[in-house]
């Protein structure tokens, strides 16, 4: 069974940048997609950035030219760099696949503040 383990979080001031870190215990094929995934304090688990299994990204609007999302298949290990950060990017941020899910892993918290 994969486990996945996200790192890098922390606190920011706005307009900061963090990169996280998704480490996934075994092998995950190259051709999976793969996602980074936040969750807000009150709001839904909401898809943020992602590989698709055609090795293409996409991002939602709200993070297009802030975020960037790489990976590492030999390291089975996927990145989220974040630049410019605003508040309403602090939320707990996982990575996953885009289904069918693997155990989510404890998440990582980013707090953007001042």
């Known amino acids: 069974q994969v486990q996945l383990v996200e790192s890098g979080g922390g606190l920011v001031q706005p307009g900061g940048s963090l990169r996280l870190s998704c480490a996934a215990s075994g092998t995950i094929s190259s051709s999976k997609a793969m996602g980074w995934y936040r969750q807000a304090p009150g709001k839904q688990r909401e898809l943020v950035a992602a590989f698709t299994s055609v090795g293409s990204t996409t991002y939602i609007n709200s993070v297009k030219g802030r975020f960037t999302v790489s990976r590492d298949n030999a390291k089975n290990t996927v990145w989220l760099q974040m630049n410019s950060l605003k508040p309403e990017d602090t939320a707990v941020y996982y990575c996953?696949?885009?289904?069918?899910?693997?155990?989510w892993g404890q998440g990582t918290q980013v707090t953007v503040s001042s």
């Open positions: 996953n696949t885009l289904g069918p899910f693997f155990p």
